[in-house]
């Protein structure tokens, strides 16, 4: 049994900044990739920020520079740091563990968490 939870999601205003982390039960969590996705209301989930077991990062252009994702592998917790947040970052956010092979970031294959949601003010 796989399980992932995600916490730190909650409201704040434009401009502010949350700390997502996600904690893994799974014994291999350093051999695994880690990535973030969201889905905001009626869109397809799409992809936000990934780090490879290698620590190599990867960030969708429209998260570049704002959001840093990160991993603890002695915690087997995942973050995802979000600063300057805006309107349209509103949605739930996924944490994600696959194979350490995987990168096709456009997929949605390994495991998932039950999302925690992140609503951006005005």
């Known amino acids: 049994q796989v399980q992932l939870e995600e916490s730190g999601g909650g409201l704040v205003q434009a401009g502010g900044s949350l700390r997502l982390s996600c904690s893994a039960s799974i014994s291999i969590f350093s051999s695994n990739n880690m990535a973030w996705y969201r889905q905001a209301h009626g869109i397809q989930r799409e992809f936000v920020a990934a780090i490879s077991r290698g620590n190599i990062t990867y960030y969708a252009d429209s998260t570049k520079g704002r959001f840093t994702i990160s991993r603890d592998n002695a915690k087997n917790t995942v973050y995802l740091q979000m600063n300057t947040l805006k309107l349209e970052d509103t949605a739930v956010y996924y944490c994600?563990?696959?194979?350490?092979?995987?990168?096709?970031?456009?997929?949605?294959?390994?495991?998932w968490g039950q999302g925690t949601q992140v609503t951006v003010s005005s």
């Open positions: 994600n563990s696959r194979d350490g092979g995987d990168i096709s970031w456009g997929t949605y294959r390994g495991y």
